[in-house]
C-alpha cells in the first residue's frame, strides 16, 4: 500500500492531470492559448517520462544502438507532427527554426544534461567511439547540407525563393545517406552499435534498476505514451503562435527554443535517465541519433511533405544565425565524442554552449 501510495504521489502521475486539462481547455476555452499552451507544455514531461523509461526496458532486448534509434524515431514524431501543422498554416520560418532548435536542443540541452547526470556520480563515462564519430559525420554532412543552400541563395542573388530547386535535389541526398545510415548501423556494422558494455567507474554506486518489464508491457506503454504525445503536440501547433506572441517571444525564437525543447522531451527524460544508469552508448544514441534523423530525414521528408499539404514549398535556406549555431553545435558535440569517454564538465560546457546561443536567438531582432 505504502509503495502504491508513493507512485500515486510522483510527479510523473501527478503532471498527468494537466491531459484533462489541455483536453477541457481545448474544448471549451480555446480563445485561452497562453493556458492552453502552459498547460500542453505541462502534459509532455510524463509522457516524455514514460516514454524514456519503457526505452530503456526494450534496450534490455534490442541493445543500446537500437534502442537510442526506437527512441529518437518517436521522440522525432512531436517535430514532424508540429512541423505538418505549421507547413499547412504557411509557417514555413517558424518549421525551418524548429528543425534548427531541434538539432541545437539535442546536441547541447539534451546530450549536455545526459553526460551531467550521469557524470555526477562517477569520474568518467565511457561509450562506443566508433559508433559515435559515424554518427559524428553524418552530422557535419547536415551542417554541409545546411550551408549550401544559404550560400547559393547569398552568391545567386535569387534568394530563397530561386533555390527550390536545389533544396528539392539535397533533401533527396539526405533522404537516402540516411538510409545508407540506417543499412550500416542494423545491418553490415550491427556490432559497432550495441553498446561498449563499459563501465568506467566502480566508485559510485549504481541507480537502483527497474522492475524489468514484459516486452509486451514495454512496448504497449511506449505506443501509448507515443499516441498522446502526438495528440498534445498538434495541440501545441495549433496555440503556440498566438501564445507566443502574447508572451513577446520573435518567432525565430519560438521554432528555434520554444518548439525545439518541447520536440525534444521526450529524447531529453530517455536520454538523462539511461545516463543515470551509466548506459552512455544508449543516451548518445538518443541524442546524437535523434539530431540526424532531424537532419537527414524530417528536414527532407517536410521539405517533399510541403509540396502537397502547403501554401508555398518549403526550402533548406536557413538564416546565417541558425547555419552559424549549427555548425558550433555539430563541432562540439563531436569534441565530446571523439575520444569515446564523458564527464561532467563536458556536460556542463554543451550547456553552456547551449545557454549562449539561446541568448543569441532571444536578443536577434524580430
Known amino acids: 500500500m505504502t509503495s502504491t501510495l508513493r507512485r500515486a504521489a510522483s510527479p510523473r502521475y501527478l503532471m498527468l492531470a494537466f491531459l484533462p486539462a489541455v483536453a477541457a481547455l481545448a474544448a ?26 519503457a526505452t530503456e526496458q526494450l534496450a534490455d532486448s534490442l541493445g543500446e544502438g537500437l534502442g537510442g534509434l526506437l527512441n529518437a524515431t518517436l521522440g522525432n514524431a512531436a517535430e514532424i507532427i508540429l512541423g505538418l501543422a505549421a507547413l499547412r498554416h504557411g509557417l514555413i520560418g517558424i518549421v525551418k527554426a524548429s528543425l534548427t532548435g531541434s538539432i541545437l536542443g539535442n546536441l547541447l540541452l539534451v546530450l549536455g544534461a545526459a553526460v551531467l547526470a550521469g557524470g555526477a ?44 530547386g536545389l533544396s528539392l535535389a ?65 495541440v501545441l501547433a ?48 538518443i541524442a546524437v541519433g535523434s539530431s540526424v534523423q532531424m537532419a537527414l530525414l524530417v528536414a527532407p521528408f517536410l521539405v517533399v511533405a510541403s509540396r502537397f499539404i502547403g501554401p508555398h514549398p518549403m526550402d533548406l535556406v536557413f538564416t546565417l544565425p541558425e547555419v552559424l549555431a549549427v555548425a558550433a553545435a555539430v563541432a562540439i ?12 564538465l563536458e556536460g556542463v560546457q554543451l550547456l553552456a554552449a547551449y545557454t549562449v546561443l539561446a541568448a543569441l536567438f532571444f536578443f536577434l531582432p524580430a
Not at 242 to 251: E, T
Open 28 to 53: 471549451l476555452a480555446p480563445e485561452r492559448r497562453v493556458a492552453l499552451f502552459v498547460c500542453a507544455c505541462a502534459a509532455m514531461v510524463p509522457l516524455a517520462a514514460w516514454i524514456g523509461r
Open 121 to 164: 556520480r562517477r569520474d568518467v563515462q565511457c561509450f562506443n567511439a566508433t559508433a559515435a564519430r559515424a554518427q559524428s559525420s553524418m552530422l557535419t554532412l547536415a551542417a554541409i547540407a545546411l550551408l549550401a543552400p544559404a550560400a547559393f541563395a547569398a552568391v545567386s542573388g535569387r534568394g530563397a525563393s530561386g533555390s527550390s
Open 170 to 234: 539535397i533533401a533527396v541526398v539526405l533522404i537516402l545517406t540516411y538510409a545508407c545510415g540506417l543499412l550500416f548501423s542494423l545491418r553490415t556494422h550491427r556490432r559497432l552499435f550495441l553498446g561498449t558494455g563499459c563501465r568506467a567507474s566502480e566508485s559510485a554506486p549504481e541507480p537502483a534498476a527497474f522492475v524489468p518489464w514484459g516486452k509486451g508491457k514495454a512496448v504497449a506503454v511506449l505506443a501509448g505514451a507515443a499516441v498522446l504525445a502526438a495528440w498534445v503536440s498538434e
Open 238 to 285: 495549433g496555440v503556440v503562435e498566438p501564445a507566443a506572441r502574447a508572451l513577446g517571444m520573435s518567432d525565430l525564437f519560438v521554432g528555434v527554443i520554444v518548439l525545439a525543447t518541447i520536440g525534444n522531451a521526450a529524447e531529453h527524460a530517455g536520454a538523462v535517465q539511461v545516463a543515470r544508469h551509466d548506459r552512455m552508448d544508449l543516451a548518445l544514441g
Open 333 to 344: 558535440a563531436g569534441q565530446v565524442a571523439a575520444d569515446g569517454e564523458s564527464n561532467w
